[in-house]
């Protein structure tokens, strides 16, 4: 008769991950994709029929308008092309390999560690109850695509889909040709909304022109602002989720353990060949389970940014040590009469040095440490 599991301990099941991916969409879930794909539709017929194709009726506009029906055309192509890749591109799940592979510590063996940034509190590597794998860094399991995403951004259920490391180009790009396709609506078609306003014109149609002029305006505003702290978040090398964990942890954002100068970070969303970076091609490279390479600034994170991040942990330290020197009877009855100055603060305290005590356990150095391992942990959804 087998033993009974022990209290507290995880056993993984033989069940499969669920996983929405791939899966028959739900009538619901689609309700989204069929909003944004009606706005694109209703905005592309207003601008050409009550836009354009006046404009080239008359001769004075009719260079003007031959431009215009390039640029829009060709701006809308590239953002129907990038929003179908970010519905139809999976955005990559943990490999069934034995490397990720969960086993129990009473149970099984445990796989070969790889090189990861980002471990539990206690220093194990972080796993997934659900898969029953461990998780790379910056993975996360989604609880919407019951899966879990390699470099994973959000769940986006305007694409029916999650941004993750294999499609997070194809997403950026659609919010880039999104915010110059709403631009180049609203300021071009100022001129025929005013004209429909100045002259007689049928009220359907001038309805129409106020309707989509306002509707670009909106959206126009929305997705600029959007696209916005996608940029930000591209130069910082966050995420959208690692960009919570900062904000909930009162972390400051200048620096990211995954930070490869603004270069670098540009590279590691858009692709390697600058020349392709605004066209849906040439996604990055890398496998999306690691992302320590010769270019990464991660040679001396432990040693010198922790210690900069827990400044004002080391500076509370200093004080307290201070205080309680003063307080401290053999102190003051140490450093009375013989002419000799009080007792210097131990030279780790002093100078943020290294301490004979860095184990994490006694000293303030090893506080340092183990403060500066927690702020490059993220809380994952299942860790």
């Known amino acids: 008769m ?5 209290q507290g301990t995880y056993q993984p099941t033989n069940t499969p991950p669920r996983s929405d991916l791939g899966r028959k969409p739900q009538f619901a879930k689609l309700l989204p994709v069929a909003f944004v794909v009606a706005n694109i539709l209703g905005l592309y017929i207003i601008y050409t029929f009550l836009h354009l194709v006046p404009c080239l009726r008359n001769p004075e506009a009719k260079g003007r308008a031959t431009t215009e029906i390039i640029v829009f055309n060709l701006a809308t192509f590239m953002l129907l092309v990038c929003y179908i890749m970010c519905i139809f591109v999976h955005p990559g799940t943990i490999p069934d390999d034995g490397r990720w592979a969960y086993a129990d510590k009473t149970t099984g063996t445990q796989p070969a560690t790889p090189s990861l940034q980002e471990t539990k509190r206690s220093g194990d590597r972080r796993h997934c109850k659900w898969c029953a794998k461990y998780k790379p860094d910056r993975c996360h399991h989604c609880r919407v695509c019951r899966t879990c995403i390699l470099r ?5 259920p305007w694409i029916y889909n999650c941004v993750g490391f294999r499609n997070h180009k194809y997403f950026f790009l659609l919010l ?8 180049f609506i609203m ?3 100022l001129a025929s909304v005013k004209e429909s306003i100045d002259y007689e014109t049928p009220f359907s149609e001038m309805f129409l022109l106020l309707f989509g002029e306002t509707l670009a305006a909106f959206l126009g505003l929305l997705v600029t602002v959007f696209f916005g702290f996608h940029i930000w978040l591209m130069l910082k090398a ?3 989720i690692e960009f919570c964990e900062k904000s909930m942890k009162n972390a400051g954002f200048g620096t990211s353990v995954y930070d490869r100068g603004c270069y670098g970070n540009m590279c590691a969303v858009l692709g390697d060949n600058p020349l392709l970076w605004l066209l849906p091609l040439s996604p990055p490279s890398g496998d999306g389970l690691t992302f320590v390479d010769a270019t990464s600034p991660l040679r001396d ?3 010198g940014r922790g210690i900069a991040r827990s400044g004002g942990r080391q500076r509370e330290v200093v004080h307290v040590a201070r205080r309680k020197r003063r307080k401290s009877p053999n102190a003051s009855a140490g450093s009375a009469g013989t002419g000799s100055a009080p007792s210097p603060l131990p030279s780790n305290v002093a100078s943020g040095g290294e301490s004979a005590d860095s184990d994490g356990k006694d000293g303030p150095q090893g506080i340092f440490n183990t403060a500066s391992r927690w702020s490059h942990t993220p809380h994952g959804s299942c860790a």
Request: glycine fraction near 0%.
């Open 238 to 240: 966050m995420t959208t």
């Open 176 to 183: 880039f040709y999104a915010t110059l396709d709403c631009h």
């Open 301 to 303: 994170i432990e040693a």
């Open 187 to 189: 300021w071009t078609m």
């Open 152 to 156: 994973m951004d959000h769940h986006c």
């Open 2 to 6: 087998p033993a009974p599991p022990q």
